[in-house]
């Protein structure tokens, strides 16, 4: 028995009319439909009588209406005092972040949303590589980060929050090779790269290794948030996200090859062990509530 479910009953009880109630709750009518047989399923009684093609409150419905609606006054009232607790929090959270867009990453936000919910809460920001908040977050070094991953890291909680593709961007004037070349001579290209262990560094890595290949380096920058400046000044080619390639390549600033790309995901993890400290359950409530992340898209690159 969920909370949403006797939302859903109460709702149309109240409405005495499926579509109606359907609108009201957002939702299609065979997903209100749904939830009330599934409640109907968990209680072992009808809550509605549907003889005659219509939909009335069965004896059982009426019986029980009045505690549904109680408990919908008592959960609302839960999630107040829950929400005024949150306000007596206190003290900083480290956040560990990659080296990213703040746009991209939901800074503005989170960092709205924590001031809001989380007035005597102060977030930091830590940005640090992949493969460093893995292993900080790992030993509770780090109380919780987001992290740009082809794979979950082991060790910590893991909640997707969306799925990330990456593009190869390269400067205009190597577009013979997209005439003439493969994988071979993309390789042999120059090529901007991350600092060790940073997703852009492990995510190119991994898509050459599957070709048997190595780039040709020619510069390792910290700053990953914006090497499409790189590319679009010449410096070399890059591993770019998606939307950002594109909108390069219909601005005619650079141009991205082919349709090789790679899949991660960003995800926030925390540490086994601290993940029930009241601020982290806080901060975790708030990420999801800013992501509605959804189930994980397994990744695989090509």
């Not at 009426?62 to 609606?69: D, M």
């Not at 071979?184 to 492990?202: F, I, K």
């Not at 898509?207 to 020619?218: A, K, T």
Request: with cysteine.
């Amino acid at each position: 028995m969920e909370i949403y479910q006797i939302r859903a009953f109460v709702t149309v009880a109240r409405l005495g009319n499926l579509t109606k109630a359907a609108e009201a709750l957002s939702l299609t009518q065979p997903a209100v439909t749904a939830q009330i047989k599934a409640l109907e399923q968990s209680l072992g009684v009808a809550l509605f009588d549907r003889s005659g093609g219509r939909l009335t409150l069965a004896k059982a419905g009426e019986v029980l209406l009045p505690t549904a609606e109680s408990l919908l006054v008592l959960g609302a009232q839960f999630k107040s005092e829950a929400q005024q607790l949150q306000g007596s929090l206190h003290g900083a959270v480290e956040l560990g972040v990659p080296s990213e867009k703040p746009d991209f990453l939901r800074l503005g936000e989170l960092a709205s949303a924590v001031t809001q919910r989380l007035p005597l809460v102060e977030l930091k920001t830590q940005t640090l590589p992949a493969a460093t908040l893995a292993e900080q977050v790992s030993t509770g070094r780090l109380p919780a980060a987001l992290i740009i991953a082809a794979n979950p890291p082991r060790g910590v909680l893991w909640q997707p929050l969306r799925s990330v593709r990456y593009r190869i961007a390269m400067p205009r004037e190597h577009a013979a090779v997209l005439k003439r070349g493969g994988w071979r001579e993309v390789a042999q290209l120059p090529w901007l790269d991350g600092p060790s262990g940073s997703h852009t560094h492990l995510l190119l890595r991994d898509m050459f290794e599957r070709h048997g290949l190595s780039p040709r380096i020619v510069m390792q920058n910290d700053d990953q948030a914006n090497l499409d400046a790189l590319v679009r000044a010449g410096a070399g080619c890059a591993l770019l996200r998606e939307e950002a390639a594109l909108a390069g390549a219909a601005s005619n600033d650079f141009i991205v090859w082919g349709q090789a790309r790679v899949d991660a995901m960003l995800g926030f993890i925390l540490p086994y062990e601290r993940a029930s400290e009241p601020a982290l359950v806080a901060l975790s409530s708030i990420i999801q509530t800013i992501w509605k992340p959804r189930a994980p898209i397994a990744p695989s690159q090509l």
